[in-house]
């Protein structure tokens, strides 16, 4: 029980800049007491004292503004920041190193017994305001964004935002090939960075300018093996390839920046 609230502790200043020392948080960090008070009343629902889990819980709620029913499951070092206005159902599985922020709500969508709230797997991060809604899984490292509404399993590591909840950003399979050179040569002569997105922040403008150069990309390998094609046809034929655009081709461009 100690190694989990020093756990817990440790999160808050693995996860929270502004924490200075063990004894502020222990004082002034509503969501540690939410979660202390929600494991002691989660044993307690185990063993059955269902009124006195219910009633601490409760207490819970008053004292910290955030209310998380005792049913649910929550693994280690659960953090959550500010807090206010968070709510999580009886039938919510929370993983380790789980983050949630203030007004996120666990919640379900029918009145059927059974298992009704979300399943937060490790690492999942959900941002302010944002309701997990349903019986679904949320994958490892996902992260939801702020006053998003997701009612549909999250993939791991993807990036939810909107209302209805979309997938907006997945992460890049490791068998995938690194960039290929010519297209990241055409990136550098246009002066972007079409690859540098964040995953915090994506930028739908810079997505919608890096499809274009990925067709501009496709356009190329097309012509360079149609010239192959005409040469293995006619010798006579001289071109070889597609010329590669010239930086200095491109000077109209950096005037107009």
Same mark, same amino acid.
């Given at each position: 029980?100690?190694?989990?609230?020093?756990?817990?502790?440790?999160?808050?200043?693995?996860?929270?800049?502004?924490?200075? %020392?063990?004894?502020?948080?222990? /004082? =002034?960090?509503?969501?540690?007491?939410?979660?202390?008070?929600?494991?002691?009343?989660?044993?307690?629902?185990?063993?059955?004292?269902?009124?006195?889990?219910?009633? !601490?819980? /409760?207490?819970?709620?008053?004292?910290?503004?955030?209310?998380?029913?005792? @049913?649910?499951?929550? @693994?280690?070092?659960?953090?959550?920041?500010?807090?206010?206005?968070?709510?999580?159902?009886?039938?919510?599985?929370?993983? =380790?190193?789980?983050?949630?922020?203030?007004?996120?709500?666990?919640?379900?969508?029918?009145?059927?017994?059974?298992?009704?709230?979300?399943?937060?797997?490790?690492?999942?991060?959900?941002?302010?305001?944002?309701?997990?809604?349903?019986?679904?899984?949320?994958?490892? %490292?996902?992260?939801?964004?702020?006053?998003?509404?997701?009612?549909?399993?999250?993939?791991?590591?993807?990036?939810?935002?909107?209302? *209805?909840?979309?997938?907006?950003?997945?992460?890049?399979?490791?068998?995938?090939?690194?960039?290929? *050179?010519?297209?990241?040569?055409?990136?550098? %002569?246009?002066?972007?960075?079409?690859?540098? !997105?964040?995953?915090?922040? *994506?930028?739908?403008?810079?997505?919608?300018?890096?499809?274009? !150069?990925?067709?501009?990309?496709?356009?190329?390998?097309?012509? =360079?093996?149609?010239?192959?094609?005409?040469?293995? !046809?006619?010798?006579?034929?001289?071109?070889?390839?597609?010329?590669?655009?010239?930086?200095?081709?491109?000077?109209?461009?950096?005037?107009?920046?």
């Amino acid at each position: 029980m100690f190694q989990g609230l020093k756990d817990d502790i440790q999160s808050v200043f693995d996860r929270d800049p502004a924490a200075r %020392n063990t004894f502020e948080v222990l /004082t =002034n960090y509503p969501g540690l007491h939410a979660i202390i008070l929600h494991r002691l009343a989660h044993k307690l629902w185990q063993r059955k004292f269902y009124w006195i889990a219910r009633s !601490l819980s /409760t207490f819970s709620r008053w004292l910290t503004g955030i209310e998380i029913h005792p @049913g649910a499951k929550i @693994g280690k070092r659960f953090f959550i920041d500010h807090g206010m206005g968070v709510v999580i159902g009886e039938t919510a599985i929370v993983g =380790n190193d789980v983050t949630l922020y203030q007004g996120v709500t666990l919640g379900g969508t029918s009145w059927d017994k059974g298992k009704r709230h979300p399943t937060l797997k490790d690492g999942v991060v959900v941002g302010a305001g944002a309701k997990v809604l349903g019986p679904f899984d949320v994958g490892e %490292n996902a992260k939801v964004g702020s006053n998003a509404v997701v009612t549909k399993t999250v993939p791991a590591e993807a990036t939810v935002v909107g209302i *209805p909840g979309r997938i907006i950003l997945k992460a890049v399979p490791v068998d995938k090939p690194e960039q290929d *050179p010519m297209r990241q040569k055409m990136e550098e %002569n246009f002066g972007f960075d079409a690859y540098g !997105l964040s995953d915090e922040m *994506p930028d739908p403008v810079a997505r919608s300018i890096r499809s274009m !150069l990925d067709h501009m990309h496709l356009v190329d390998e097309r012509m =360079n093996k149609m010239c192959k094609t005409l040469k293995a !046809l006619d010798h006579s034929y001289k071109g070889d390839s597609v010329p590669f655009i010239d930086e200095e081709g491109l000077d109209c461009f950096k005037e107009a920046k």
